[in-house]
């Protein structure tokens, strides 16, 4: 599975953004696809992610401001990113999850990372 992550850039606080991430490959073999953040100094977290019947979870921080949503025609996944506050600023990274249970094991792929800077 590969990985292309585009979208991103600065914006003021209020501002809108979207991510978009196109995936390759086997995309058929993945479980759950979303979106990190990492900031410097800081673990990085899931910000969103949707399994493949449809299921999707936000961090409490972005829900209400921030959509995920897919084309499945386009093997995209998007991330509207809304109402920007400073403390959205950091590097985000696309991942998809391969799960299988037999045998029981979990791959992630990465995309390469997108910086999202929020200007107060």
């Known amino acids: 599975v590969q990985l292309q992550a585009s979208g991103g850039g600065l914006v003021q606080a209020g501002g809108s953004l979207r991510l978009a991430c196109v995936a390759s490959g086997n995309v058929a073999s993945i479980n759950v696809m979303g979106w990190y953040r990492h900031v410097p100094g800081k673990q990085r977290d899931m910000v969103a992610g949707?399994?493949?019947?449809?299921?999707?979870h936000y961090m409490d921080s972005v829900k209400g401001r921030f959509t995920l949503s897919r084309d499945n025609a386009e093997n995209t996944l998007y991330l509207q990113m809304s109402s920007l506050k400073p403390e959205d600023s950091a590097v985000y990274y696309c991942?998809?999850?391969?799960?299988?249970?037999?045998?029981?094991?979990?791959?992630?792929?990465w995309g390469q990372g997108t910086q999202v800077t929020v200007s107060s």
């Open positions: 949707i399994t493949k019947n449809g299921v999707i």
């Open positions: 991942n998809a999850k391969q799960v299988t249970i037999e045998p029981l094991n979990a791959v992630d792929y």
